[in-house]
């Protein structure tokens, strides 16, 4: 498997993707921020779809539109009451405009696809350096900001009590989740990267003690799934993202009936 | 004895739009001092302490830290947070989130010693590691007022953080912060609706009512004149 360049690049990619995705996670799970994640995928894939109208890669339209529609939809949702009916018309809006600029392109539907589903044969190695990049960057931010952004995740009053900046940390957050759907939409698809920024660290929230436990094992299952997943999707030749999909989602079943054993007990 | 003022409302009104909440407060808040804030519900207990915190700008007047902004470093306790039973953050880990100032994500020695110490005060040693979300309500509120408390603070802010406690549970968390107060010198604002607790463990108090506020020795606070004041 690992003779073929294309899967060597994919590994390094969902390597890179199942590291960011654990540990903004775990701050997306504490924010209740997974609907948001999903309109900002679905923004991704008005963005590629963009990219390839304006004749650019796709990810560079993703990139253009998650990080300028992240602090919009910061700003509209800033109002929890309105945040789900707001989210609810943005994300209605981007599928609309997803599918007039793939219209407006000329493209076909397995082109479509590929966007909302993934793709594994599709990523070069400077695909892979572009998102190794992006992932630096928001690992450095992620760290400068590691103490405030934990404290306003995990106790939003006293975050706001304290007067930490609690507004432009939540629209720094939403730029770092726009750059992390981007990457990671590459391997799961747009539609489908809300599978990993949330559920491994949904899993995880059940099993783990310690906040930093929580964001290791959120990797950890992340990891797993991606690889596997590539591994499965090798063997098999069917979509690497429903496999993806479908262990993140055993874990989590997993983690949900062991949380109700232990109530239980 | 003389003591040094901390906290100075002068001419203090906040009026939102068409309705005044209250006007003309004057108060000043010595160091040391547990001060008592009743009043009915809607009243303007919580935008006055919002006003403090900052988080609510006043229409008239203002609100002066003594003798300095930075001299004054406030330690707030809410009745309610929104903390997910299923968080995996121990009691330890919630009262470090207020330690803001080191630059490394990881807490340096000397801030798990702060958290070490202020968790023997607030006698939550030995369920350090229980996560928050499992904890009873009083547990909760200790550590609240633990997080709060972990800073060091010189004024500490009781919004009726003790109203949905039983009242032997309500009695060991005012025990242990009248003991603060005394020992360190902590000045507390208690904003509560219990009169025999406010007349117990404050010195001072404020009633706001729709017609003004009053203020004065603790022993002038009578149940009686609360209800007079919800009633005019």
Redesign the interface.
Known sequence: MFNYEFMRNAFAAGTIIAIICGIMGVFVIARNMSFLTHTLSEIGFSGAAFGVFAGWAPLNGMLLFTVVSSVIVGQLSARSERREAATSAISALFIGLGILFLSLANKNASYATSILFGSVIGISASDVRQMLWLSILVLIVVFVIYRFLKFDSFDHTGARVKGLWTNTLSITFLVLVALSVSVAAQIVGSLLIFILLTLPAATAKYFAHTVSGMMILAIGLALIGVWAGLTLSYVTNYPVSFFIAAIEAIFYFIALGWQRLQTAE | MTTTPILKLDHLGVTFPNHPVFTDLNLTIHQGEFWSIVGKNGVGKTTLMRTI???LRPTHGQVQYLPHTADVK?G?V?QF????A?????IQ??VG????G?KW?WLSRSERKKIERILTETGLTTLA?R?IGQASGGERQKAYLA?ALVEAPNLLILDESTASLDPVTKTELLDLVVELNQRLKLTVLFVTHDIPMARKYSSRYLMLTPQGTEQGPIAGLTQEKVWEGEHV
Request: glycine share 0%; proline share 15%; aromatic share 16%.
């Open positions: 915190l900052h988080q406030i707030y809410p947070r929104n903390i997910d299923d968080y995996p953050l121990t880990d919630f989130l207020n330690l803001t080191w994500p590691k996560p997080q």
